[in-house]
């Protein structure tokens, strides 16, 4: 069950996901970050990507996602303090030579 915001602002919130599949998927807000004027509930939804867009291995060079695609909510929310977020991404996956890891 989600906190309310006057819960969120005093006790804070983790969670984690309970679905095997996306059991690293997670937040954890420390008290007094939710920003006391915001009264939408935080959400996380999971897209599960085609596996073509997936990255495979160090020798595939294209533009590929290194996990599912998780989004936070609610949409433009600032805290007042750090966060944090938990993603799962392929245990494989590293960075070749001067290429950019992006999170959205």
Do not use: C
Not at 17 to 44: D, N, Y
Request: glycine share 6%; proline share 12%.
């Amino acid at each position: 069950r989600l906190p309310n915001a006057d819960q969120l602002e005093s006790d804070g919130f983790a969670y984690s996901l309970s679905h095997p599949a996306f059991q690293q998927v997670g937040v954890s807000i420390p008290p007094g970050a939710w920003p006391r004027s915001e009264r939408r509930p935080p959400t996380i939804t999971v897209f599960e990507p085609p596996a073509a867009l997936l990255f495979e291995s160090e020798n595939d060079e294209s533009r590929k996602l290194a996990g599912p695609i998780v989004d936070f909510g609610p949409d433009g929310l600032l805290f007042l303090f750090k966060v944090m977020l938990s993603l799962p991404i392929n245990s494989s996956f590293t960075i070749p030579g001067n290429a950019t890891f992006v999170v959205h």
